[in-house]
């Protein structure tokens, strides 16, 4: 009985990945993350702004306590033509609650971006959620990052959504690749009616990272851990943006 005992410890800790896919847990709460999207103005001249003229001085901006927690421009790369045509980037500010995020703009005020050559529009707020990683390395200053709108299946919920994605998480960070996965769920403002449930969002430690988990989808070469858990369709999703994303500030650790 012992010998089949420690069998049974063995191969339960050689599949792991496997039996974790099996944990249903609920949704956790995430992070605030206020995000616009902006035109950087048009100069004459020798005072016509690129992109990275603004991520510099963006970086050169005087951050307080009552900064966001994070900063980062977001760049399309690969997005519709509609919205390339609108807009140049988008800024996402990350913060922890709703409270923290209102007390703090309410008391900075929107001085600091009056010093960029932008014009934003009307913001949203979305929950971020972060479907852990097994290994997350630290992301480098620019790297890139996917987003899709996803839909809920008849009959799935968010927590199904949520789970389904842990699976194939730990399916691929078994192979080595741990890009960061997320969901954006609704909070504040954006379009009424929407057509879609969340964003799903993948970003790479680095680029490099980001193009090899394509990659493995491109060529079939999923791990077959990723089929192992059950198969329901709890979401479907259009087709794939593609963004460069630039740490603007990060506050230091407490």
């Not at 005992?5 to 063995?10: M, Q, S």
């Not at 949203?124 to 899709?148: W, Y």
């Amino acid at each position: 009985m012992r010998k089949c005992i420690v069998l049974f410890f063995v191969v339960t800790f050689g599949l792991g990945s496997v039996v974790t896919q099996a944990q249903d847990v609920d949704v956790p709460a995430g992070a605030v993350v206020r995000m616009t999207n902006c035109t950087i103005s048009n100069g004459t001249g020798l005072n016509k702004f690129s992109f990275s003229d603004v991520v510099e001085r963006a970086r050169a901006l005087d951050f307080n306590e009552n900064a966001p927690n994070q900063v980062w421009f977001r760049r399309p790369i690969y997005t519709t033509p509609e919205y390339q045509e609108k807009y140049d980037f988008q800024i996402a500010m990350y913060y922890s609650s709703y409270t923290e995020m209102i007390s703090r703009r309410v008391a900075d005020g929107n001085n600091a971006y009056g010093k960029l050559p932008i014009s934003c529009g009307t913001p949203m707020v979305v929950r971020n959620i972060i479907v852990p990683a097994i290994n997350p390395s630290p992301i480098e200053d620019q790297t890139a990052m996917l987003t899709r709108r996803c839909s809920l299946s008849e009959g799935s919920s968010v927590r199904d959504s949520y789970n389904r994605m842990r699976s194939n998480v730990e399916a691929i960070a078994a192979e080595g690749n741990n890009t960061m996965l997320q969901m954006w769920l609704p909070g504040l403002g954006g379009r009424m009616n929407r057509d879609f449930d969340f964003v799903l969002a993948h970003v790479g430690s680095t680029v490099q990272e980001l193009t090899e988990r394509m990659d493995m989808t491109r060529t079939g070469s999923i791990p077959p851990s990723y089929n192992a858990a059950p198969r329901t369709r709890a979401f479907s999703c259009d087709r794939w943006g593609m963004w460069t994303t630039n740490r603007i500030y990060q506050a230091p650790a407490n």
